[in-house]
């Protein structure tokens, strides 16, 4: 088979033909036909990410090793399966989550295995979706999509968890104010989500007029350009000078950070996603006596 693998970093991918892997036991082998490009795809290839004062996290020391497969978002069809599989048959159409952990730790147990102390994350650890192939470790990781489009479906499995995961640790109540920082993929995702299941005021916030319009499309109360006009103030208005109850950063910049922790009400909930880095210096009295919550 063919893939597309990151053999250097920031030079350009290598096509290499490789053997496809056999399945054994509850492993399974799907042809792929859709692999999202997500942005952690680029600090895969870039090396790293960007740390405090600029330093640079290097991927390898959190364990990837090169050369590397990646793409964790991943829709196909089955192509052939272990012994053990169940209630799965051949050319299914299925979404793989590649989230995959080692199983024993204590995340794995309670079944969070995106947050594993040894991940084996297909895509990032393991070889992940840019090829005609791809080995999933067992059955269990495979959601059936019979319905839906692998190219609309393949991001799901990283782009909606995320989001997902964002909404439910902001703890949002009807009539909540919530700031959603970034509009890009994840924000409108988050946007969506948060209109589907929480019942809040949402406020978009970017620095993009054109984006900024698709989240009102796609269920944003309010905008805010922030390059025009003073976030701050505009949102202390909007709550009438109480601030925003939550805000969910999918940019997690030092820039829009600092703007998140003037925004905040009493109580308030930050989830920071987003993964441009940098660092924050935070009023450590404001912590306790306003009762705030960084996630």
Known sequence: ???ARIVKIKEPLEIQ???APKPKGSQVLIKVESAGVCHSDIHLW???YEGPGGQILKTTDRGVKYPLTPGHEVAG???SMGEEVEGFTKNEKVLVFPWIGEGLCPACRIGEENLCDKPRSLGVYNDGGYAEYVLVPSYKYLAKIPDLDTDISAPLSCSALTAYSAVKNAQLK????VVIVGAGGLGLMGIQLAKAVSGARIIAMDLDDN???VAKENGADLVINSKNEDPIKAIMELTGNLGADAVIDFVNASKTVETDMQILRRRARVVLVGLFGGALQLNLVSMPTRAYKLI
């Open 46 to 48: 870039d090396g790293g």
């Open 211 to 213: 984006k900024l319009k």
């Open 77 to 79: 069809v089955i192509e």
């Open 17 to 19: 033909n490789l053997e």
């Open 1 to 3: 088979m063919q893939a």
């Open 174 to 177: 009807p009539n909540d104010n």
